[in-house]
């Protein structure tokens, strides 16, 4: 480890090491929730051991930083490319299937990766939250720029506010994937977005 | 303490404590997260021993459990009398700007009790986790039932399901305070539950 202006830089296997730290750590939280899964569960899982998990993560704190930016990239790394070419209500509702086939392939374990983050981090760790809002915020700027290509396409009234619409849609899709993943069902998920959907449709010119 | 049937039993000022002991274990664990709120900041809080805490729940799942039970009794006890008679759009602009002066009154700290808990617990107990679906299942029960009284009413269409609207309804506030936690900014639940409201308007006979 070297460090240049007060960014510690590894090595290539140093770095490897460090990913494989902070998949683990995602993969458990998800899995385990927050609490559960211990600095112990992590270093056995990324097979480091603790000394190993020091020199990459100062503290428990740091390592929660680089899982919010290591799941942010891996849920708007999902959704982006769909979003990012969402001009109709066909594509909003392929961007729906992907919502619930995704939940599916987990079983609902673990709801959104963001959300149950924020929840669990709003309140003791204010830089994660910060980090998380941001995340947020960058999911609904995708869904408010996919809302007004809806606009200009004429699939929908320009007189409408496509960042609310973007906010109500991503509140739908949260609320829905905590019900879902508290029921055990993916229904939850499904007919909140349908009901932002069915919505979206009486706003048609 | 006396045992009756396999039920503990304690006295009055027994009764007493353990409330206050579930009252604190609540408001510490809305306050800084299920993660940051040690049974040590409990017993301090709730100005009882470690041993104290034991006599009165066996564990700490048990305590979450009891307060689970607590938080849907305060969260529900307050929803329910307005929801019970929701019947008009009025009722439910009336119930929007409650959740909203809620939420400021703790500026955003906390979000949904309810929400955060199911977050906090769905992976790590699942006697939690299904007290909780309960819990989401109680409060859509309730404004099923305002929605059915709408359609009665006359203000809603009737040949949609009011059970499916509710579930959206809920899925939209519980997104929503999830967001204005994360942001500190109560406008992410107004702005859901107006899409909410905004949708059941154009489903007006």
Redesign the interface.
């Known amino acids: 480890m070297t460090t240049t202006g007060g960014v510690r830089t590894f090595t290539a296997k140093g770095q490897a090491t460090r990913q494989r730290i902070i998949e683990a750590a995602s993969r458990l939280i ?7 899964a211990t600095l112990e569960d992590i270093q056995a899982s990324a097979h480091v051991s603790a000394s190993q998990l020091y020199h990459y993560f100062s503290d428990k704190s740091e390592l929660l930083m680089a899982v919010v930016d290591h799941q942010t990239e891996a849920v708007l790394g999902a959704h982006r490319p769909i979003l990012e070419r969402l001009d109709s209500f066909e594509t909003l509702e392929e961007w729906r299937d992907m919502v619930v086939t995704m939940l599916e392939a987990q079983n609902c ?3 959104c990766p963001l ?2 983050l ?7 760790d204010a830089l994660a ?1 910060r980090a ?2 941001d995340s ?1 915020e960058q999911w609904q700027t995708l869904l408010r720029d996919g809302i007004a290509s809806m606009q200009r396409r004429g699939e929908l009234q320009t007189d409408v506010d496509a960042g ?2 973007a ?2 849609v ?7 994937l ?2 879902s ?4 069902d993916s229904s ?2 499904r ?2 977005i ?3 959907i ?2 979206l449709r ?1 706003l048609r010119p």
Request: hydrophobic share 45%; aromatic share 4%; net charge negative.
């Open positions: 998800l899995e385990q929730g927050l609490e559960a374990v673990g709801g959300g149950s924020a929840s669990g981090l709003a309140e003791s939250r998380l809002a947020f609310q619409l906010l109500a991503l509140a739908g899709v949260q609320g829905g905590l019900l993943q508290t029921r055990r939850s998920v007919i909140a349908d009901a932002s069915a919505y009486t």
